[in-house]
């Protein structure tokens, strides 16, 4: 079965950066994205971006640009997402999702049990 | 890229039908058949329930189904039952290959 296991709660200064990871198992990693998605205190959905887990390409949300760097390990099947130039906006919580493996690829499937950020001085 | 359109809340008593509409644009909604639904129970992950338009994945109700039409998709769920009481999204694939959510839809049944 997929899971998706990120890492623990953060919490961070204003002006630092943060650094997420999502290790997942039970299904081919470099065949599917990841993506990654936020959600803010008692807010909706906020689509951040996605990495090719074969290529290592990614495409970012436009609000992200220049903040946001995505990767991953395909030794350890496991992507990162970093987000610098934290400010209180960015205090949510951060989902990895799969790209794929339940729906061959067409939409967003598996979730991340999901990572708190807090971010206050 | 502007979030999908969805009613703030929706209610129904059980046994009713609800429908949650999703509006978009032709870069959107309206490009393919990449529209996607999930369920979102307070403190846990979203769960995927409808995707590629209409499509329900293993373990999904059949009383939850999809529908589009032009730049506007649609969630019904009949049949309503206490466990529905969720926030419900919407979510699009775009012509840029990125990716779109709707604000969300608190559903309460009454």
């Known amino acids: 079965q997929v899971q998706l296991v990120q890492s623990g709660a953060e919490v961070k200064e204003p002006g630092a950066s943060i650094k997420v990871s999502c290790k997942a198992s039970g299904y081919t990693f470099t065949r599917y994205y990841m993506h990654w998605v936020r959600q803010a205190p008692g807010q909706g959905l906020d689509w951040m971006g996605w990495i090719n887990s074969y290529s290592g390409g990614t495409k970012y949300a436009e609000n992200f640009q220049g903040r946001v760097t995505m990767t991953r390990d395909t030794s350890i099947n496991t992507a990162y997402l970093e987000l610098s130039s934290l400010t209180s906006d960015d205090t949510a919580v951060y989902y990895c999702?799969?790209?794929?493996?339940?729906?061959?690829?067409?939409?967003?499937?598996?979730w991340g049990p999901g990572t708190l950020v807090t971010v206050f001085s | 890229q502007s979030a999908l359109t969805q009613p703030p809340s929706v209610s129904g008593s059980p046994g009713q039908s609800v429908t949650i509409s999703c509006t978009g644009t032709s870069s959107d909604i309206g490009r393919d058949n990449r529209v996607s639904w999930y369920q979102q129970a307070p403190g846990t992950a979203p769960k995927l329930i409808i995707y590629?338009?209409?499509n329900r994945p293993s373990g999904v109700p059949d009383r939850f189904s999809g529908s589009k039409s032009g730049n506007t998709a649609s969630l019904t769920i009949s049949g309503l039952q206490a466990e529905d009481e969720a926030v419900y999204y919407c979510t699009s694939c775009t012509t840029s290959i990125t990716w779109v959510f709707g604000g969300g839809t608190k559903l309460t049944v009454l």
């Open positions: 590629g338009v209409t």
């Open positions: 999702a799969t790209g794929g493996p339940l729906t061959a690829g067409v939409t967003i499937d598996y």
